[in-house]
């Protein structure tokens, strides 16, 4: 998804419902003083993390369990990384990566599942696996 | 959002999309619970101004209990006067 945005009002979009209480103002980070307490997840690299994954772009499929993911940039391309079953995302950026990595699993499920009766021992695997952290809805 | 169920606490990361990619802020919820995992979670986050300090892409990406579910992307762009 991806918005333009041309007009803000001085406290940004107008909000139809309740607004979330946030635990902190908004942390900016390119500030001379930044904050005493920086959320973690604001401290990573997102070109060089493991990070904790439930991206789901396929209506028919939820994700019961996140996949362990590792983001990494080489050679001018980001890599996102499931050891578990060696299966990667590919993108320019993090995002691009990770969005590229839910769709293959995704693919991935549905692959395995139309061809579940004849997979190798090895496919058999990462089926198991797969389905300990993706079913149908 | 849909199939959430009991406390979450929901961070956004704001990154720039430049040659480098680079967290500008972000912000994290209080503990927002989901009742009914059938049902709509409405999350509405207000932010205060964010200094976005150059044009071009900029991603928010959203975390729920630091687990990655999600992103969406604008363009800070500069209005020329007519």
Do not use: C
Request: net charge negative; charged share 25%.
């Amino acid at each position: 998804m991806q918005v333009t945005i041309s007009e803000v009002t001085t406290r940004g979009l107008e909000i139809q419902t309740a607004e979330t209480k946030l635990l902190s103002p908004v942390v900016r980070l390119d500030t001379p003083t930044p904050p005493a307490k920086v959320p973690e997840l604001l401290k990573a690299s997102t070109t060089a993390e493991k990070l904790l994954f439930a991206l789901n772009p396929d209506g028919r499929l939820k994700v019961t369990r996140p996949f362990v993911v590792t983001v990494a940039r080489q050679e001018g391309v980001v890599t996102a990384h499931v050891e578990e079953i060696d299966e990667f995302g590919y993108g320019s950026k993090s995002g691009e990566a990770l969005h590229d990595l839910a769709k293959t699993l995704s693919e991935l499920y549905f692959s395995l599942r139309d061809n579940a009766d004849r997979l190798s021992a090895e496919l058999s695997a990462i089926w198991l696996k797969l389905n300990e952290h993706i079913e149908l809805r | 959002m849909t199939d959430a169920e009991g406390e979450y606490k929901f961070t956004v990361r704001i990154v720039y999309l430049g040659e480098e990619e680079q967290i500008v802020g972000g912000l994290e919820t209080e503990g927002v619970t989901a009742s009914d995992r059938l049902g709509v979670l409405n999350l509405a986050l207000n932010l205060p101004p964010v200094q976005f300090p150059q044009f071009g892409r900029y991603e928010f990406q959203l975390f729920a209990n630091n687990v990655y579910i999600g992103r969406a992307v604008i363009n800070a762009v500069k209005l020329e006067a007519k």
